[in-house]
Every structure is written in C-alpha cells, then in structure tokens.
C-alpha cells in the first residue's frame, strides 16, 4: 500500500519562506514522476509543481516559478518543495502526489496516490 505523508506546513508571514517534504512508502519511490498541488477553500485543486523520477525535468506553474524550488531524494523516499517569497495567495493546503499512469504532469488526472494535506498560511 502506497502511503504518502506531507510535512513542514505552518504560518507565515508575507515575504517568508516555507520548506515542505513528501515521505513516500509502499512502493518503489524512484520510478514515479511526483508532482505537489494545492486547494484553497471554494477552490479547484490546481497544479503546483512537478519532478520526473530522475530529477532532470521539472515543471512549476507560472504563478510559483521562480520562488518556489520542487526537488527530490530518491534515496530517502523523500520529495520537497521549498517556498520562499511566500504570499498571502499562496495559502491553501497543499499535496504531494505520484503519478499512476500517462498523461500531462498538470493534471490532477494523472496521478492516483495523494498525500492527506499539509495546510500552508500566509499571512500580509
């Protein structure tokens, strides 16, 4: 059974900065494309970040790029994404997830094992 598990959440101020991690466990971590996004209330979950198994592409939404930083470590199971320059539009609990079949790394739809949230704060 696959589980994931978010940490590193919390609140902050504007301007501040925020590291998340995504432990998984069940299954062979290396072999998937991972992906993080997030929900603020009354809001469809939306694209965030993604990393392909291997580190060597990334993808981020255009309202992230250039302040946040998705990264993995194969070898601790482990994903992150490190938030810095932190908004208060950024608020919203946030996901990791794995992808279980073909498809745009944008898409909700393309992953199948999702993390229960790591609820992020920015205050102005």
């Known amino acids: 059974q696959v589980q994931l598990v978010e940490s590193g959440g919390g609140s902050v101020q504007a301007g501040g900065s925020l590291r998340l991690s995504c432990t998984a466990s069940?299954?062979?971590?290396?072999?998937?494309?991972m992906g993080w996004f997030r929900q603020a209330p009354g809001k469809e979950r939306e694209f965030v970040a993604a990393?392909?198994?291997?580190?060597?592409?990334?993808s981020y939404a255009d309202s992230v790029k250039g302040r946040f930083t998705i990264s993995r470590d194969n070898a601790k199971n482990t994903m992150y994404l490190q938030m810095n320059s932190l908004k208060p539009e950024d608020t919203a609990v946030y996901y990791c997830?794995?992808?279980?079949?073909?498809?745009?790394?944008?898409?909700?739809?393309?992953?199948?094992?999702w993390g229960q949230g790591t609820q992020v704060t920015v205050s102005s």
């Open positions: 997830a794995r992808t279980g079949r073909s498809g745009s790394l944008y898409s909700k739809f393309t992953y199948d094992y």
């Open positions: 069940g299954g062979t971590f290396s072999l998937y494309h």
């Open positions: 990393i392909t198994w291997s580190g060597s592409s990334i």
